[in-house]
Structures are given as C-alpha cells and as structure tokens.
C-alpha cells in the first residue's frame, strides 16, 4: 500500500495541509490514545489540543473545525495540520486503510438499515465466533463506535489482538455533525469496508434533521449497494423498500431473502429453513417482533456462509444480547429496558411488553433531548398510538438529572410531545428527572405488572438510577 505522508492524506480528505510533508509512521487514532507517529482524528481541535498531540508525538491532526489560536500553535510548534471540509472522508480512508494493512483477508459482513442493525450485527458475530472465527465488531451496547464518524474501528482494528478472520461492522444509514448532514454516509462507509456480505434490515423514519421521509431514508439505506462487489445481499422481504432494494444488486450477486415466504421465516412453532424447524420457539432467548426479525437476518446471512446449523442453533439459543435491547432488569414486577427511540421501534416494543404483561403495564417513555421537534411529534404518536387501546400507565420524564447538554430536552419538544398525546386524548404524568418518574412507575405497580422503559440517550442510564430507589 502506499506510503502515508501528511500531504496524501490531505488529497484524499479533500483537505488544506498546513505545515510540513511528511511520513505517517503510526495508525489512525483519537487524540486521548496517539501515540508516537499516530495520525489524530478529530472533528475539532483548540491550541490544547495541538499542543498535547505535538506532546505526544502524533505526526499530524486532521481535523474539520480549528478553533482558537489551533493555527498559529501548530505552526509554532512545527506541527502539521490538515484541515478538511468532510471529517468523514479521512474516516473512511482510516477504515479503509486499517482493514487493508491489518485485516486484508478477513470476511467482512456489513449490516445497515433504520432498526435493528445493531442486534443483527451482534448476533452474526457472536454466531461466528461459535463457529471459531476470530471476529471483531463495532457494535457495543451503548452504540459508541457504530456511526464510523471518528476514527475508534480503524484504531480497533490495527489494536488487535492477534489474527483476524472477520469483521461484522454496522453502518449507520444516515449521519451529521454540527448541523451538516455527511452525505451519501452509508456508501462511503460501505465503500471503505468493501464487504463480502451486506446485509439491510428495514427503512423507517429516525434521523428527521437529516432525512424527511422514507424515500430519502431508502435512497440513503440503498446506498450500500452502489457498487457492491460483494458475494451476498441479504434482504428482509418483510419490508416493501428493502426487498425492491434486490434490483439494484447485479445479476451475477446472489440476493437472499428473510422473512414471510423466504427460505427462512417465522412461524409460531419457530424459525424455519427450507420449510424444516431449525430453532424451536422455546430455543428463542426473546420473543417480541423485532427480535425475530433480526434473527431471522442473522440466521439468513450465516447460513449464507455455510455455518454448520447446529453451531448456529446453539449460538442463537445461548445468545446474550446487548444491554437496552429488551432486557430484563427485574421481576414482580418484570421490568423491561429497551432502546425503543423512534416510531417503529416504539410501536413494536410497547406492543411485545403489552403481550407479556399479566397485569397493567407502566410504560415510562424518556423524551428524545435535542432531536427536534419533528422526531419527537412521530414518537408521540406512536406512544399514543400503542397505548390508546391497553390498560397503561403513561409517565413521560425529560430525564433532565442524567442527560447532558447534546441531549437536553427543549421546551419545543416537551410541548410537541405532550401536545400530541393531549390531542389524542391520552392520559399521562411528566416528570423532569428520570429518578422521579422511575420512583412513581415503581410505587404504582404491583406484582403481576409490567414496567417498560423506552427511549433513547434520556433512558440509558435507568438500570443504575433503579439500584438507588427504594420503594416504600
């Protein structure tokens, strides 16, 4: 591969080097962890953060916004600088060039979509490392390294530990930075890993600040197929936008469908393959809707690589999800943690708690802090939609004790929120603080009741505020 300069990595960013050509020597990395000749990613950067970069020995910093005197301290200092319109490009290029250098024969699966890509991706690569790959992943519990908009897989992947043999990385459909939307995010990405395997989940509305309807949000999903060069295309046929998704995938790559009429769908005794049982229902860690779906693709895409099934049936049946994805926290009452922020997600996962409950269910819905007001309109709807017809208690919580300034919820989004539920004439109690909203859920419930907990940023930290409370 060729030889990394500061005035190479400046063409392929698109960016303005400031300072001195010469030889990158380390790997792609954040400015907390550079080490001697490391190249530092970043989308800003002060005269600080210069300075502790040329302290540490780093060969350059590339960046998207210098702020303060960041220029004149990095020419004092001698210190090359690059300064690119598009942070993304430069992540692309470290992902790229990470896998290339460090992984150049490793499968490599990619799974994108609105939902589920998370769980999907977790369970691929727990499947494959029943199988005996040595795999890596970017999707963790708290979704950290999984927009590929900083530079943390590319430094994971030359950080690790030995040989690898697959890579399973979701791709985030759509994404921004500093009210800038990254355009064409899921193809650069996609483009930069140059898998073997893509795998789509579904088209829903989330991101509304970036994309405003279904069209845009299947344009920028479809994406990852423009120019695949891969050997498979896995695609929920469940889901009208995806399944039209298998004309844009050449002739001579193989489309494999999940799902209602596919070679591996649901029914109520399991999941089936070829018309056969492959996992029994009672082999299935959960339940709900979504998580069949993402099962479903799992299964699709590993059977694709010709994972012996029994490895696969044993890897599903033991499979450990990741936190805030339907978990269980406690019992009388059962009380269930899910990641649910945006209106499919919502629907599917109040539904599935609805199902569980012997009792009434508490659903406490964390109100999404500084996603905008159209975002927070659909979630409420989707809230009053789902709970209009069950015998729920509805607490809403800004979460204002745990959450932020990036996640602060707005005076704007409160009122849209609660404006829609009063419309639809849906009884609720909001509170300010997510430990107020959890004591009333607790001291309303009894035994045999439910209590979800929904949302986004505003909830995560919930499973630690519980451990605090104590019900009288």
């Known amino acids: 591969m060729k030889q990394l300069t500061t005035s190479y990595l400046a063409k392929k960013c698109q960016g303005e080097l400031i300072g001195n050509n010469q030889v ?41 916004d210098a702020r303060g005197n960041a220029i004149e301290t990095a020419k004092k200092l001698n210190f090359p600088i690059i300064l690119t319109e598009k942070i993304e490009l430069i992540n692309a290029f470290a992902l790229r060039w990470a896998l290339d250098t460090y992984a150049p024969d490793t499968l490599r699966i990619v ?37 590929l908009i900083d530079p943390m897989v590319a430094k994971q992947i030359a950080e690790f530990d030995g040989n690898l043999d697959a890579v399973v990385l979701e791709v985030s459909e759509v994404q921004g930075w500093d009210d800038r939307n990254m355009d064409d995010h899921a193809h650069l990405m996609t483009s930069a890993i140059q898998p073997q395997v893509v795998v789509l989940t579904n088209v829903a509305l989330d991101h509304i600040s970036l994309v405003n ?29 995806i ?46 809707p979504h998580f069949i779906q993402n099962t479903l693709a799992a299964v699709s895409t590993v059977l694709a690589l010709e994972i012996n099934p029994e490895i696969i049936i044993k890897a599903v049946k033991s499979y450990n999800p990741l936190k805030r994805r339907f978990t269980v926290l406690g019992t009388e009452p059962l009380i269930i943690d899910d990641f649910a922020h945006n209106p499919q997600g ?59 300034s990036a996640n ?45 907990l929904i949302g986004a940023q505003g909830m995560d930290p919930a499973s630690y505020v519980l451990k605090s409370i104590t019900v009288e």
């Open 346 to 404: 919502i629907k599917a996962t109040i539904n599935s708690a609805a199902d569980l409950t012997s009792g009434n269910l508490h659903v406490v819905c964390a109100i999404r802090g500084s996603r905008g007001n159209s975002l927070n309109k659909l979630n409420a709807q989707a809230v009053a939609d789902s709970v209009k017809n069950l015998n729920c208690n509805l607490i809403l919580t800004s979460s204002q004790d745990v959450v932020d």
């Open 243 to 288: 399944r039209n998704m298998q004309s844009l995938v050449s002739p001579e790559k193989k489309v494999i469908f999940y799902g209602s009429g596919s070679n591996v769908e649901f029914h109520e005794e399991g999941i089936f393959h070829k018309g056969k049982l492959l996992i029994p229902l009672e082999d299935l860690p959960f339940k709900s």
């Open 24 to 64: 990158i020597i380390g790997i792609f990395n954040i400015l907390k962890d550079a080490g001697n000749g490391d190249a530092i990613i970043r989308h800003w950067i002060d005269e600080t953060g210069v300075q502790i970069a040329s302290d540490k020995g780093a060969s350059c910093v590339i960046t998207q």
């Open 111 to 147: 799974v994108s979509g609105t939902n589920g890509k998370s769980t999907t991706t977790h369970m691929i690569h727990s499947i494959l490392v029943e199988a005996g790959y040595t795999a890596h992943t970017n999707t963790d519990s708290e979704s950290e390294f999984n927009t």
């Open 408 to 452: 602060w919820v707005k005076t704007s989004e409160k009122k849209v929120f609660i404006d829609v539920l009063q419309k639809e004439g849906i009884n609720y109690i909001h509170y300010e603080t997510l430990v107020d909203a959890l004591k009333k859920a607790l001291k309303s419930s009894h035994k045999r009741d439910s209590i979800l």
């Open 213 to 241: 309807s279904l069209e845009e949000a299947s344009k920028e999903i479809s994406g990852t197929l423009k120019g695949f060069k891969g050997n498979y295309v896995v695609l929920n046929c469940d889901d009208p936008l």
